[in-house]
């Protein structure tokens, strides 16, 4: 792997500047003594929440908050944005590492508590662009109010690859508040003056070689004002940040002894599976579980919602219990059939039903009554989450509290619908987020969550656990958006003169919210993201969304509407620009209007060696270019046809991040983007038949194998100012040219995933 680094070198001082007054100005350092301990917070805004921590801290325990806390035994920094596999726990605990000045491999690691004080803060910068889609003093404006409304509402998301650039100053300023904090505590003991005394690996250090480790100064440091007035180190002087770094769940993932939500135990639990309506949203009508009590183990049967559940004395009797229960179920709401959900998106297609137009360049229906007109039609299906480990939630309520355990992204949507079930105060119900074997947008939802408690709240006392099987939890996940799209547009003179692309989905957002019971007015972003934001300046141009009707419930799947959009985007440029008579790499760079854009298409140019000539006989590559979540992110892929079907070569990605903040970790995000956006555009769709999901585990929703996964070569560009994640971005663009790529190999045009129904893929 390679990184740009263009221009960055030079300014990595004016950087470190530049921060020191972010700092200053658009950050407040609060404290709150407690006792042996004291407390630095970072915020945005001129009020700061109150320190979580303060409440549990024990004996000896001090809370610098709210992410670092210190006792006799060392350093725990707080993580509070989920980690699913992506390392982002790790991610935080090396941005407050680098100005705290502690060993990475002695710290120890804790999501903390649901709060309003973890706000995301990187929220609201990618809502306002749809809003307001130029740069300038309106999109300013905007982001200040969704943000203000984000930290009113304690908005502790973890998704949309906001994890880096939501934490990537305020972590570090809080390591460097509490950094300096420390050395006037410490100041005052050794009778030296702070400037002249330096920190490392937890201590702090007087020129005569005097030390004093930090767990010794919590109590002194929480007499004095927290420090405010503090600069952020250079690039260059990072001993953490921008270096290849060994994840601090490396050792336990790589010797099988990572702990994960599914694998939690604690004293006296109880075992709890589920039958739930076949159909999503089916509802129960009546159950008889006679047959269940009797089987071994069996301790009872309770409605919950959407069916029932069975408590047990170990997981696999009380899967086998569930199935044993004879129920009567309603009937679903959805279409029966899945000719009827496309049905649905093609009747949307329609002036009553537009959501948005956000982009809307030049004149495109006067272009296209001139221009010779090229059109085309293209679908997505609904695709399951399907991490690799079912979900599940420990939940134990007594009359003082109520805990639960379990792997989530929303920790206070999960607390205030457990509150609600247990008829107790938000407050008396405790959170505890446990490691995630995956999610992709699955464990934004809390249904298995709330289950548990409505049994919990019948067995007062006793931790319940429950678990999904595979086949629930793919028959009952909320999917990704099914989508359509159609494309009309004009070429002249071997260039692309208009491009017409409208979208028709249901909402994700109102399917998705309207679960915690929010309504959200005004249109959907995720209708059109991925499409009306692309970096492309084609003289006539128009975006419009049109919002079906609800269908299949959905969610949030891996850059949500960007996995539908990007696809949809990519094949309709790329049928125009073979209608000009142009090539599919040159005329994206003509037709760049951002200068992060066209310097991820050279990027990806010249590390796939991309000269207009074709790879040779039955060869081909494709090119696709997907700006998503603030990221540019350009593929090429490169097929064979072979005797056994498609096999795909290699892939090569360039990826504008603005710091490429973990080298190892940046490569094997971006990998895994595209092997996730690769093996779901070849094989897997989840269809309906009478409400019912046809694919319920892997054996029919069959992902990429191994032995088909290519060499994929990726590159980091460091030339935005903004730092941006990377968790998303690298899926829409796979898909489009991996399409590209196999019709310059066969002269097959796709225009629907997935492309095994009209391809043949070698093993």
Known sequence: MGEDKTGKAEAGKAEAGRVKTIARRSFL??????????????????????????????????????????????????????????????????????????????????????????????????????????????????????????????????????????????????????????????????????????????????????????????????????????????????????????????????????????????????????????????????????????????????????????????????????????????????????????????????????????RDDGDVEAALAQGVAVTARYRAPYLAHAPLEPVSACVRVTQERVDVWTGTQIPRFVQASVARIAGVARAAVHVHVLMMGGSFGHRLEDDVVRQAAEVAVQMPGVPVKLTYSRETDMAHDYTRQIAMAKMRGTVKEGRVEAYDLSIAMPSVIVSQMGRQGLSVPGPDSQIVAGAFEQPFAIPHHRVTGYRAEPLAPISSWRSVGASTNGFFYNLGLDELIEAAGADPLEERLRLASDPLARKVLEAVGEMSGWNGAGLGPRRGRGIALTRSFGVQCAEVVEVTDTDEGIRIDKVYVAAEVGRVLDPVTFENQVQGGVIWGLGHAMNCEITYEGGVAEQQNFDSFEGMRLSQCPEIVVRGLENAEAVRGVGEPPVPPAAPALAGAIYAATGVRLREMPFSKFVAFAG
Not at 44 to 59: D, F, M, S
Not at 151 to 179: C, E, H, N, W, Y
Not at 312 to 338: C, G, K, L, V, Y
């Open 29 to 358: 350092i609060g404290s709150a003594a407690s006792v042996g301990g004291v407390a630095f917070g970072v915020w945005r805004y001129k009020t700061p929440y109150a320190n979580p921590l303060e409440g549990g801290l024990r004996a000896g325990e001090a809370a610098l908050t709210p992410y670092v806390k210190i006792d006799r035994e060392g350093v725990t920094l707080i993580t509070p944005r989920a980690d699913k596999g992506q390392g982002a726990y790790h991610v935080q605990a090396a941005l407050i590492a680098e100005e705290l000045d502690v060993d990475l491999a002695a710290v120890r690691i804790d999501p903390g508590p649901p709060d309003r004080a973890y706000w995301n803060t990187a929220l609201a910068p990618e809502a306002a662009e749809f809003s307001a889609p130029q740069e300038g003093f309106m999109r300013e404006a905007v982001t200040g109010v969704l943000g203000s409304v984000m930290k009113f509402a304690g908005m502790q998301i973890t998704g949309g690859s906001t994890t880096v650039p939501d934490g990537f100053v305020k972590l570090r300023a809080a390591g460097a508040s509490a950094r300096e904090t420390l050395k006037l505590a410490a100041a005052g003991r050794l009778g030296v003056a702070v400037e002249h005394l330096r920190t490392e690996a937890g201590r702090v250090i007087a020129p005569d070689g005097r030390a004093i480790g930090y767990e010794d100064l919590a109590e002194a440091a929480a007499a004095l004002d927290p420090v405010q007035d503090v600069a952020l180190r250079a690039p260059e002087d990072w001993r953490y940040l921008g270096q290849p770094m060994q994840r601090l769940d490396v050792l336990a993932k790589s010797t099988g002894t990572q702990a994960y939500g599914i694998d939690f135990e604690i004293e006296g639990m109880v075992h709890a599976a589920v039958r739930l309506a076949p159909a999503q949203g089916g509802g129960l009508q009546s159950y008889d579980a006679s047959a269940a009590l009797a089987m071994r183990g069996v301790r009872g049967a309770y409605p919950v919602s959407g069916g029932v559940a069975v408590v047990a004395d170990n997981t696999w009797r009380a899967f086998q219990a569930a199935e044993a229960i004879e129920a009567r179920w309603h009937a679903s709401a959805m279409p029966a059939r899945m000719e009827d959900h496309w049905a649905a998106l093609e009747a949307a297609f329609g002036t009553e039903q537009q959501d948005s137009r956000v």
